[in-house]
């Protein structure tokens, strides 16, 4: 026997007992299969539920068949039935109207059972924290909150964990947690250390209906030590004979080791232990004036004396401070790299190591050719520039921002050794030897032009975008890409199969480029496209099966097939012999009807815009 579904591939999917399935009908003539196994003298009740409608009516109709093809059963929305004889059986579930889509779940249970005591709706599951953004130390509790609940009951829960930004979920931190669990301690292992950790918390209920939610974005796991911060050594001092003469620990508290003047130990005095400690900075490199943050603990109520500094004494502008979190203002230090610390009325902290990104005056963590334009725009006092996303927007520059970030060497002017710094910077001659970044560089004239496009819905638009006398290799991509539309990135050909929804006006931007050096060169141009909706059409009619010269019955489960306009379109008769296809473009088509066992039928039909042709069919 073979089972197959029009429209989309032959897929069985096996039904599990009590286990509810969800399974969607994407298109109106859409047989979805299913297969069971069974023994004589089994009683099944097979159920199902319409979760979400898509489009026209929808209800389910189920029909059960042998290996044979023989229909045993049937109903709408359910059926039951007894196996007279034991084997492999299948399940059809398809459109009871014939002209809806939608969700749906299906559920077998091998007893005779009320479908209206089945439950098809899954539990509801809110994550609380860690929801994303976080920073948990590995070895330490991080206390798991989230809300559940469900119409009728939860099972059980169990928590995952993603190291990979959610992508997998592999790793079990708890399962067969009951309905009331609503927080866990876990115990984060102390060998763990990710910046891409997401939670998952999945709850089941009695029907084993699945509901799930996971971290809205990443949290970071941090390594740390398993000894009590009391004896954990945060920072490590020598002096210039290389002598250890000061360990300060996480308890912030200071074990000054004395020596002789014979280099002989002394003592060892233990000082302090409210001093600040740095815990991390927002960011490893910045620009100057780019505001950071600094993480930590013991930075005390901001007082008269209390400071960030940054090499030699310069101190931060201070945007807000509080005793675990900083935030302030770069500030300019003509060098490749910084050493910050936070000082208070407790002392010094430990510190840590900043980049500098100078000549990165827009700030989007490049030093380009955009930079050097910025900065040749403020010398001839003109402010605006190209969008650094290369989206061809020209955005009015704030003058005073970005006349001072120009000035890089701060003489308290903008000219051309600002400009010869970055030109340095970004073909990697920099004093400070900054990583070469890649450059992107718009120009005009690349482009040969590509007219307007005009198709029906339902019909596919090509053409071929290409550069002029361009002797090096040309890539082709689109930025403002309608859904299904393609380009062959070496060639430049562009296709797009549109559908009956996507029927309007597009602008689709179209960009070439060409590498030369370190640099990407591109050029990108606006193609209108005006999609107009499809004049179509539908085809209705019966399929029966003569009995006698006087009489015949309703046929079901007869292709519908027709041929023309380079396209095919299917129905399927249902249980009284109907069928109908919608959205058929006008024209002229060859109409084919196939039921296995039978012979073919075939008929000529002509579809016109906004009406219905019915044709007939008997076997």
Not at 34 to 61: E, H, M, P, W
Not at 177 to 183: E, G, P, W
Not at 460 to 466: G, I, L, P, W
Request: charged content about 20%; aromatic content about 10%; proline content about 4%.
């Amino acid at each position: 026997m073979t089972l197959q579904r029009s429209n989309n591939p032959t897929y069985i999917r096996s039904l599990i007992d009590d286990r509810p399935l969800e399974d969607t009908i994407e298109m109106v003539t859409n047989i979805n299969t299913y297969s069971i196994n069974a023994s004589a003298g089994d009683k099944i009740t097979v159920c199902s539920g319409v979760k979400t409608q898509t489009s026209g009516r929808f209800g389910l109709r189920l029909e059960l068949f042998n290996s044979s093809g023989a229909s045993l059963a049937s109903g709408t929305d359910s059926f039951k039935y007894t196996f007279a004889d034991s084997g492999t059986f299948y399940i059809f579930a398809v459109d009871s109207y014939s002209d809806g889509t939608g969700i749906y779940r299906i559920v077998l249970a091998r007893r005779d059972v009320s479908c209206s005591t089945m439950d098809f709706t899954a539990p509801q599951v809110a994550l609380a924290q860690p929801n994303g953004g976080e920073v948990v130390e590995n070895n330490s509790t991080c206390v798991i909150k989230w809300s559940s609940s469900d119409n009728v009951g939860i099972a059980n829960q169990e928590i995952r964990l993603s190291i990979d930004g959610g992508q997998t979920y592999p790793a079990v931190i708890a399962s067969g947690l009951a309905a009331d669990v609503q927080s866990y301690n876990w115990q984060v292992p102390p060998e763990l250390s990710t910046s891409k950790a997401r939670i998952k918390i999945s709850a089941v209920d009695a029907q084993r209906n699945i509901g799930q939610n996971e971290s809205a974005s990443d949290f970071t796991i941090i390594n740390s030590s398993v000894l009590p911060a009391a004896a954990k050594v945060a920072e490590y001092t020598y002096d210039k004979l290389n002598r250890l003469i000061r360990a300060q620990t996480q308890a912030e508290t200071d074990n000054i080791y004395i020596y002789d003047a014979l280099g002989n130990r002394l003592s060892i005095e233990v000082r302090g232990g409210n001093r600040p400690y740095m815990d991390k900075l927002s960011n490893s490199e910045a620009a100057p004036d780019e505001t950071i943050a600094i993480l930590g603990r013991n930075f005390g109520a901001r007082q008269g004396s209390s400071r960030v500094e940054f090499d030699n004494g310069i101190s931060a502008q201070i945007k807000a401070w509080s005793d675990t979190v900083i935030t302030c203002q770069v500030p300019f230090v003509f060098k490749p790299e910084v050493n910050v610390k936070i000082v208070n009325q407790d002392g010094a902290s430990n510190d840590f190591k900043l980049k500098l990104r100078h000549g990165d005056i827009n700030r989007d963590t490049k030093i380009d050719i955009t930079d050097i334009v910025i900065c040749v725009n403020a010398l001839i006092n003109r402010f605006t520039q190209r969008d650094a996303n290369g989206d061809g927007l020209v955005n009015q520059i704030d003058q005073d921002i970005f006349l001072q970030r120009s000035d890089i060497d701060r003489n308290g002017q903008v000219d051309l050794n600002d400009v010869a710094f970055i030109a340095r910077v970004s073909v990697k001659a920099d004093p400070f030897a900054l990583e070469l970044l890649p450059i992107n560089f718009p120009v005009s004239g690349l482009f040969r032009p590509v007219p307007n496009q005009q198709a029906k819905s339902g019909e596919r638009v090509s053409f071929k975008v290409s550069a002029t006398n361009l002797k090096e290799k040309a890539k082709y991509s689109l930025i403002n890409v309608p859904s299904g539309a393609t380009i062959n990135q070496n060639t430049g050909e562009f296709s797009w199969q549109t559908n009956k929804q996507q029927a309007g006006s597009y602008v689709v931007k179209a960009r070439v480029s060409y590498s030369k050096g370190n640099a990407t060169i591109y050029d990108e141009q606006n193609i209108n496209i005006t999609v107009q909706p499809a004049s179509t059409g539908k085809l209705a009619g019966y399929v029966f099966e003569r009995r006698s010269k006087y009489s015949s019955k309703p046929l079901s489960w007869v292709y519908i097939l027709l041929n023309g306009n380079n396209k095919n379109y299917w129905a399927l008769s249902n249980y009284s012999g109907a069928f109908n296809i919608k959205d058929i473009p006008e024209g002229a088509y060859s109409v084919i009807a196939y039921k296995m066992g039978y012979l073919p039928q075939r008929k000529s039909v002509s579809i016109k815009a906004n009406s219905t042709t019915d044709v007939v069919f008997y076997f």
